[in-house]
Structure formats: structure tokens, C-alpha cells
């Protein structure tokens, strides 16, 4: 079995990405939840991130003030067939994943809609992959210098689900290092990413991001449907 690219890029008005303020809204011995959220007119978007609980909060918070997103909002007059008879949503494992959760809730209830939701963010180095690198495509090196993330969100890899609808489908690019994209909780099959190296898609009730041995600077675009 080998990862597939299912969708072709898809083709995302220009939007201006954000920064998103995230506050912690629960945090109990097991798990802190952060949430962020874009008001538009016709719709919110949320974006919740769960990590275990940090020794280091600060490194958690600098996470956090370095991601950006934004979202476009596209109401439907007909309702698509989303039986695509994908597994559910693994439970999210925190002692290997970030978990990054989308809701949109448009401002008219029992809408049928889709979305474009961009974010932009930086994922450390894959718990096995600290000693390597995937290599960049020609013309563009990889950046030398210490792991994009510290130690408190090492071997963590980003996972993307989607809350009240479902992805269909996560196109990903790499705009610093490496890393690869997949839509199982093992790590292969896999797609690669690198500068360079244009954009793979992935779909599936969840899809994961993972970085290479420098971590990885990265833009996804998730292609959010009510359900």
C-alpha cells in the first residue's frame, strides 16, 4: 500500500494569513487544550491545538504565537454525499502527536458549506529522524543552524482533524526543510516534503504532518466539509 496523492492543489482564493491568538480553555494531568478563532461575516473559524502538558510553557506559547491561518467560506446549494467510507478518527496520542483540530460554524445553522482553511506553522523533527534530513530539492539547501522546535514539542508530529465535518482533502508545502505528510497514524507510507518540491495532498478523516531531522516550516490548506 503506498500513500496516494488523491486531489490536485486546490485552487484557494488569495487570502492574508493571520496571527492567531490562543487562549487555554482546559487543561487537566493528562492534556492542555488552546483555542483560537477568525470572525468573517458568514461564518467563525476555531482552530484547537492539544498537547500533553509542557515542563517548559514558554516553548509551548512561542508554538502557538508562531502560527498563522486563515479561511474562506463557501456556502453550497447541495448538499454533498460524505459517506466516503473512511475509518474514524484514531484517538489522538499524545506522547507522539499535536493535535490541531478545525471547527467552522457558519453564522446561518444547518448550512451546507465547504472551506478553505490555511495555516501556517512549524512542525520539530520526527522522533527517529533527529540524527537525519530529507534531503531539499536542487537549488535549495536546507538551512543550517539548531532544530526549528525545541525539546519540549520534539518527536511530536501535527495532526489535522476536523470537528462537526470532515477533510477532504490537506494540501501541504514545505517553505523551510523537510519533512512528509500521510493519512495514518504510521509513519509509512508517506509523501515527502521539501523546498522546492512543490505541494502533496493527503485525504482522510485525519491527516498527519511530520518533520524531518531539522523540523519542518510548513503551509496546509484543508478543504473543510459540513457534514
Not at 502538558?53 to 467560506?73: G, H, M, N, Y
Not at 517553505?175 to 509523501?191: C, E, L, M
Request: glycine share 8%; with cysteine; hydrophobic share 35%.
Amino acid at each position: 500500500m503506498t500513500s496516494k496523492q488523491p486531489y490536485p492543489e486546490p485552487e484557494v482564493p488569495e487570502v492574508e494569513l493571520q496571527s492567531m491568538r490562543f487562549e487555554r480553555v482546559q487543561q487537566d494531568a493528562l492534556k492542555v487544550v488552546y483555542e483560537a478563532s477568525i470572525r468573517q461575516q458568514d461564518a467563525d473559524c476555531t482552530l484547537s491545538v492539544t498537547v500533553a502538558p509542557p515542563e517548559d510553557e514558554k516553548e509551548l506559547i512561542s508554538f502557538l504565537d508562531d502560527i498563522k491561518a486563515a479561511f474562506v467560506f463557501k456556502a453550497l446549494t447541495q448538499k454533498e454525499n460524505t459517506d466516503d467510507g473512511l475509518k474514524s478518527v484514531p484517538e489522538l496520542n499524545l506522547k507522539t502527536e499535536i493535535g490541531i483540530e478545525i471547527a467552522v460554524q457558519p453564522h446561518v445553522l444547518d448550512s451546507t458549506f465547504e472551506s478553505y482553511v490555511v495555516v501556517e506553522t512549524t512542525v520539530a523533527a520526527g522522533e527517529e529522524d533527529k540524527a537525519a534530513q530529507f534531503r531539499s530539492a536542487p537549488g535549495h539547501p536546507p538551512i543550517e543552524g539548531q532544530a526549528l522546535v525545541g525539546s519540549v514539542l520534539a518527536g511530536k508530529d501535527h495532526r489535522y482533524n476536523a470537528n462537526g465535518g470532515y477533510i477532504r482533502a490537506a494540501t501541504a508545502t514545505a517553505t523551510r526543510d523537510s519533512g512528509t505528510i500521510r493519512n495514518q497514524p504510521t509513519v509509512a507510507p508517506n509523501q515527502p516534503l521539501k523546498v522546492g518540491g512543490g505541494s502533496k495532498s493527503e485525504t482522510g478523516r485525519a491527516v498527519w504532518v511530520r518533520g524531518g531531522g531539522k523540523g519542518m516550516h510548513y503551509k496546509i490548506t484543508n478543504n473543510f466539509h459540513s457534514a
